[in-house]
Each structure stands twice: as C-alpha cells, then as structure tokens.
C-alpha cells in the first residue's frame, strides 16, 4: 500500500497506473501464477475550440461527444433555456444550442432534446461561479461542450454565430493483469471464482485506500492462495479504468466466452476495505440487486466462525467492479467499508486526504481474513 501510494495519483492512462499493473503482474509471476496482461484502449482524450465573433472561449469536451471536421461547425446560437423539450422550437434546426445547466433536466436529456430539434452542437453552461467551464458526461452524436456560468449569460443576451471544433489530442490505453490457478485435478471444466479489485485513483489523490488498500489484500490473497490445493479453478484480476466508469472490469467481463461465464460462479470485490475513519464501523457486502448470493453467504458464514468484529451488511449498490461481472450473469458482491445507517464513505473520499495516515491495518487484516476465508471455503479442496 505504501508503494503504490508513493507513487500518487494511480490515474487512468498513465504512467503511475502502468507502474503499478507492472509491479502487481511481476509480483504474482514470483508467485508462481500463470499471469496474463490484457490491454484495451481508453476514451480518447479530446480537446475544443469555441469562438464567437472571432474570439475564443475556454470550454470542455462533455465526455462521450464526438469530433468534428477540421473547419469544425459554424451556426448561429439558439438559447434553449435548461433543455426541456418545450424549449426547443423549429428555429433550433441547424443552429448551436445554448442550455443552462440545472432546471431538472439531466446532461444527456439536454443533448437528446437538441438532437431530436435538429441542433448542430451543443454548448451547455454552468450554473455555479466557477473559473474552469464545464465539464459534464454525455452522449452526443452532435458536438458538445460545456462553458463557465459568466460566459453563458454573456452569451444569451447577445446571440451570434459561434464555430465549435473538438478533436482528437491523445489516445491512451490501460490493462488488466488475470493471474490463474487451476485445480489439483488439472480439468479445465471447473467452476471459476474472482477476486478482483482496480489499481487506478482519481486525479488528486494518492489512493491510499482508494484502492491500494483492496489492490494489497488481493495481493496478498494471492500470496496466500498460491499453495492450498484447489476444487475450482481460481482467477485473480486487478483492473485498470475503474475510475472513469467500470471501464477495465467491463472490459474482462465482457472478454469472456459464454463457456467461461457458465463455468462462473462467484466475484468476490474489494474496494476501499480499510479506512481508520471512525465511523465506518461496518463492512458492506454490495450487490446489484441487493439481494444475497453466494459471494454474500459464504462471508457471512465465515465471519461467524472466525468471529469478525465488524457488522456485515447487505446492501444494494453498484459503482464498483462487481457490476461488470453481474452484467454477464456472473453472482458478484463489493466489500467495502460505510457508516451504518448514513451509508456514507470515509470523510477522504476522492481527495488528497486519501493517504496512509488514514489506513487501518487491523482492519485490513480483518477484510484480508473474511473474504479470503470466504473465497478459500468456496474454492477450496473438499
């Protein structure tokens, strides 16, 4: 954990999140594990170009959007107010549509709507006193960019011809590393359980327990796995781009054949397991449905006999890798660390506060020992 948090931000693409995904394939391969490495591309990295009478305006790429032409697209601005379908009417066709963010309309209810009205772009400005435009997500088969508050209202009120150009400036990629250990009976037709758990951070934040703590104990799984003879065929995953959307996770599910996702039968997922805050005194078993599956049964049995301090609770939730796994038919459950009740994460969340100081060893060693004992009576040589 100190290791990858030395070396910060882990950020998808680059070069503390390949450093780390090398350090974790090298370890499992002095392990002695079968270990692949599976590379898929990242969203391009895009960058706009917005003027307006011949002056330029900062703007964001909303995610998602595409790219344009070299000469980009030129019209005239239509304001559509927040976006609503009522506020579009038939001058909105072939002009550039200027919404204002916020009135109950999502980002991708605003692009949609332009659309539909025949709009060739799409600038959405912000609702807060912000110096950096907007950044939002959607999907847009029309140019889409977001702007500061001050420059959209300035916008409004004097409407004019504006020239939107979006390209491609980088493109990255990430990877998976898939270690395996098969059966002491060698037959590649047994049941496969994961344990999985991402190796990326977000910007700011060295990714203390966000997730060296969950890329540790997997590792440390590993480690300990390596030797127990086997009834099922084990598959350790630590995935890339989880961060900006389940993006390696979903990757790996949706790589695998229908054979293999037959043969599945548990993902066991560990993400931010070991927080010193106080309050999360809770560990969260999550699952898509919120109902209970193996994953879930068998680290509530094991917690009773190994007499784990924390409360287990069931609970539905996604955001995190398990979902690429539920995606496919696959019984998945996150572990993770919340305040009863409030169900609310640690106070470090996606900041630079997200350090060492605020990791907890005892209770990574009581994750460490509750989903490796449940995965170990699941895979186990009976």
């Known amino acids: 954990m100190e290791t990858l948090t ?3 931000p882990r950020v998808t693409g680059t070069q503390a999140e390949q450093q780390t995904l090398d ?40 995610r998602n959007s595409v790219t344009t032409e070299e000469a980009g697209v030129t019209a005239e601005l239509f304001f559509a107010e927040f976006g609503e379908k009522t506020d579009f009417t038939a001058e909105a066709s072939g002009k550039i549509a200027l919404i204002a963010r916020g009135g109950g309309v999502t980002f991708q209810d605003k692009v949609n709507h332009a659309q539909e009205a025949g709009a060739v772009g799409v600038i959405i400005y ?4 912000k110096e950096e435009p907007l950044s ?18 300035s916008l409004k009120e004097s409407l004019g011809e504006a020239k939107i150009i979006i390209n491609v400036v980088e493109q990255r990629t990430s990877s998976n590393i898939i270690a395996k250990k098969y059966p002491e009976n060698s037959n590649m037709d047994n049941e496969i359980v994961y344990i999985t758990a991402h190796v990326d951070s977000v910007p700011g934040a060295p990714g203390a327990n966000d997730n060296a703590t969950g890329t540790a104990a997997a590792l440390e799984m590993a480690r300990v796995l390596k030797d127990q003879p086997l009834d099922k065929e084990l598959r350790i995953v630590f995935v890339g781009a989880e961060e900006i959307g389940l993006v390696g996770s979903r990757y790996y599910a ?35 449905s919120g109902e209970a599956n193996l994953v879930t049964e068998s680290a509530n049995k094991v917690a009773k006999i190994i007499g784990t301090p924390s409360e287990l ?8 890798d398990h979902v690429a796994f539920d995606e496919v038919g696959i019984p998945a459950a996150n572990f993770i660390r919340r305040e009863p009740g409030t169900h609310n994460l640690e106070p470090y969340y996606h900041n630079e506060n997200d350090v060492m100081q605020y990791v ?20 186990r040589e009976k």
Do not use: H
């Open 126 to 129: 912000d609702n807060a006193e």
């Open 254 to 288: 949706n790589s695998l054949s229908e054979e293999e996702r037959t043969r599945s039968i548990a993902n066991f997922n560990m993400d931010m397991v070991a927080t010193a805050w106080e309050n999360a005194t809770a560990i969260y078993t999550n699952t898509v």
């Open 23 to 62: 350090y974790i394939k090298e370890t499992l391969q002095d392990y002695g594990y079968e270990v692949a490495r599976q590379e898929f591309d990242l969203p391009a990295v895009k960058a706009s170009e917005f003027t307006v009478g011949g002056s330029s305006i900062a703007s964001a790429v909303a």
């Open 6 to 8: 030395n070396w910060g």
């Open 313 to 320: 609770v069931l609970f539905k939730r996604g955001s995190s």
């Open 360 to 379: 907890s060893k005892e209770r990574l060693k009581e994750m460490i020992d509750l989903v490796g004992g449940a995965v170990y009576s699941v895979v």
């Open 136 to 153: 939002y997500s959607a999907t847009s088969e029309i140019p889409a960019i977001g702007i500061t508050k001050a420059q959209g209202e």
